[in-house]
Nanobody
């Protein structure tokens, strides 16, 4: 059974930082492109960043995200991270972890972790 468990969310003041983690189990982690998505209230879920099994990264087409967020992975720990800095209220959302493998036809989601940026 595949599980993706996010952690690290919470309440942070504007300008603060958070590091999200997603621990994966039940799959061969190195076979999957891992991604972070977010969904703000009343909005569609959107890609924040993704990273392939060999470490190639892709970020949302937003200078704001590219400049402030960093995705990384540790294949030995079956974990993907999202380092977020200079957080702003517009970053408030539920952040979801995703594991995707096109060759295998697999697409798995975690339950999400809430990030709230507010003073």
């Amino acid at each position: 059974q595949v599980q993706l468990v996010e952690s690290g969310g919470g309440l942070v003041q504007p300008g603060g930082s958070l590091r999200l983690s997603c621990a994966a189990s039940g799959l061969i982690f190195s076979f999957y492109t891992m991604g972070w998505y977010r969904q703000a209230p009343g909005k569609q879920r959107e890609l924040v960043a993704s990273i392939t099994s060999i470490g190639s990264t892709n970020y949302a087409d937003s200078d704001s995200v590219k400049d402030r967020f960093t995705i990384s992975r540790d294949n030995a720990k079956n974990t993907v991270y999202l380092q977020m800095k200079s957080l702003q209220p517009e970053d408030t959302a539920v952040y979801y972890c995703n594991a995707n493998s096109r060759p295998l036809g697999h697409d798995f989601w975690g339950r999400g972790t809430q990030v709230t940026v507010s003073s």
